[in-house]
């Protein structure tokens, strides 16, 4: 393991930990590192890890504090109202909110693949549990965005991949969200944060922030090829179902 080079600069809006931690999540700002930090001191909330492009990583609070980071959120039908007391956020810097590629760095997918690494480990947390804002709170959040690496992720063992020739048999879109662990209180919503983290093609890009953040639900969201979507659908279930088992 790889030694990790934290910039303190702790957040005073946390709470004692109690709950076992189970779940990283990641989320993006459009910010710089040191203006995400005052920008979550003003608004009452914090994260554990904030990585810049540079591939710097500040250390906004200790793991084994609660961070307010994940706000009305919930996973594999999670009882509490949000999954802040059993996860660790990390925020990264990208400067389009992830609708871009290039909005990250390999410096930074370097510097998180080491913190994960080491977090992994520290923590016993099972792959399938590193997941993205836009996962864990549909209706509300489109972070990491669709230029999120999350296949490089799954590369090195952090969140799973799917292959399509291997799908559940189930050809239902509810039951096949559910078996992955989404939410679908709202579908629509659910079916955009399932694209935009495993079939990024099907979500058109808008690189106007503000648009972004005020539409996250979007009304003329329309599966472009339902027929890619379903066996996408289905090998991601498969995949899950499977390691969930284990
Ligand atoms: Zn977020």
Not at 15 to 20: A, K, L, Q
Not at 56 to 82: C, M, P, Q, R, T
Not at 83 to 97: C, D, F, V, W
Not at 219 to 236: G, P, Q, S
Request: charge should be neutral; glycine fraction near 6%.
């Amino acid at each position: 393991m790889k030694e990790i080079e934290l910039i303190i600069e702790h957040s005073k809006h946390f709470r004692v930990r109690y709950g076992e931690i189970k779940y990283i999540i990641i989320h993006c700002s459009t910010k710089s590192p040191y203006e995400q930090v005052k920008q979550l001191d003003q608004l009452g909330l914090s994260a554990h890890f904030i990585i810049g492009r540079d591939g710097k990583i500040i250390e906004n609070l200790s793991v084994d504090n609660v961070a307010y980071h994940a706000g009305i959120s919930s996973w594999d039908k999670s009882l509490d109202k949000s999954l802040n007391e059993y996860s660790i956020g990390i925020e990264l810097e990208a400067p389009t909110l992830g609708q871009l590629k290039s909005d990250y760095t390999n410096k930074q997918i370097r510097s998180l693949l080491n913190l994960l690494d080491y977090l992994v480990v520290c923590y016993g947390i099972r792959k399938e549990n590193i997941l993205g804002h836009s996962d864990i709170a549909p209706d509300g959040k489109p972070d990491p965005g669709i230029g999120f690496p999350w296949k490089t992720l799954a590369n090195h063992g952090f969140g799973l991949w799917y292959d399509l020739r291997s799908l559940d048999k189930s050809i239902d879109e509810v039951e096949l969200l559910d078996k992955i662990g989404y939410n679908i209180d709202n579908l629509k919503a659910t079916r955009i944060a399932f694209c935009r983290h495993f079939l990024p093609s099907e979500v058109d890009k808008k690189v106007e922030v503000k648009w972004l953040v005020d539409n996250v639900f979007d009304d003329v969201f329309e599966i472009k090829n339902k027929e890619k979507y379903l066996k996408t659908l289905r090998a991601v279930a498969k995949v899950y179902t499977k390691n969930k088992e284990k």
